[in-house]
């Protein structure tokens, strides 16, 4: 299939896209990596009559900043890079925020990492997938630009439905914020597809955080695949204590999400899923914050 007709603008400058999208307002669609959009427009599920191509900001947009507080991503750093041994180990790994490496390479197949967008992901909202978890399990936020000024936010208000964001008509995506974890903790992802590539059944970004008693202080977790936006559970009074049962925390997050049927798994079988990848994830990230404490 081919996409309707289109205009065309490349811009030099963030300041000449924005001027473009101004003008254009809810007529116009941005073009990073194109992993989501292009399908859309091939398949007419979306049809704009403006589209932005952003790919020629890479002075302004193609950086990983990264400092004690969180990990910037700029809005064309491709997927490929998080996933690279050097950036596991520096600017995500060293950033304590080994969780977004993780989740990365879970993304699809090499060839769609290497050309999509970490932020046109998040942008696009899908609830199957992994960078919408993490950002959400890690309280960060999206950073968004626009001719009248710049705002940042939450992730907890940026996904508003399935293939929804708050991102407003003349806004452009600039970046995603993601904080680094507390001191004393762990983290994990781990999702469950019918083939490699595949959108997940079902997946967690699990968070786990030691006192200096060496219990579990608090736990959290999101989920995909299993609810419009993605689903933020708070397992703490679940696992907290000498003993952590990783089944009840299981239990617990299948009472709050709420999965539907489709050609791909029951709705049953999704919240099944759930409970068993609580406790894979939750065995994995304990683990990891107990060796990041017998590390120090």
């Known amino acids: 299939m081919k996409p309707p007709s289109f205009g065309y603008h490349r811009p030099d400058t963030v300041a000449d896209a924005l001027a473009v999208l101004a003008e254009s307002g809810p007529d116009a669609k941005v073009l990073a990596g194109g992993q989501s959009l292009i399908p859309l427009l091939n398949m007419r599920l979306a049809a704009p009559k403006v589209l932005v191509d952003i790919n020629r900001l890479g002075a302004e947009l193609d950086c990983i900043d990264v400092d004690e507080q969180a990990v910037r991503v700029g809005a064309l750093v491709r997927h490929t890079r998080l996933t690279r041994p050097e950036a596991s180990a520096g600017a995500v790994g060293g950033a304590g925020l080994s969780l977004l490496a993780e989740a990365t390479r879970c ?21 199957a997938a992994e960078l919408p978890a993490v950002l959400v399990l890690s309280g960060g936020s999206v950073e968004l630009a626009s001719v009248t000024g710049a705002r940042s936010v939450p992730a907890a208000e940026f996904f508003v439905g399935p293939l929804e964001s708050a991102l407003a008509p003349g806004e452009l995506a600039v970046a995603a914020r993601f904080p680094t974890p507390p001191p004393r903790s762990g983290t994990a992802f781990v999702e469950i597809s019918r083939r490699a590539g595949d959108y997940a059944l079902a997946g967690v970004a699990l968070q786990v955080a030691l006192g200096d008693d060496g219990l579990i202080a608090s736990a959290r977790a999101t989920y995909l695949s299993v609810g419009a936006t993605p689903v933020l559970v708070d397992l703490t009074d679940a696992v907290s204590g000498s003993t952590v049962d990783w089944s009840a925390a299981g239990a617990l997050a299948q009472s709050h999400v709420d999965p539907e049927d489709d050609i791909h798994a029951t709705a049953a079988y999704r919240s099944h899923l759930v409970g068993v990848l609580t406790r894979r994830a939750g065995e994995l990230a304990l683990s990891r914050a107990r060796e990041a404490i017998d590390a120090q």
């Open 107 to 127: 993304v699809a197949h090499p060839t769609i990492r290497n050309r999509g967008t970490t932020v046109g992901s998040l942008v696009h909202a899908d609830p």
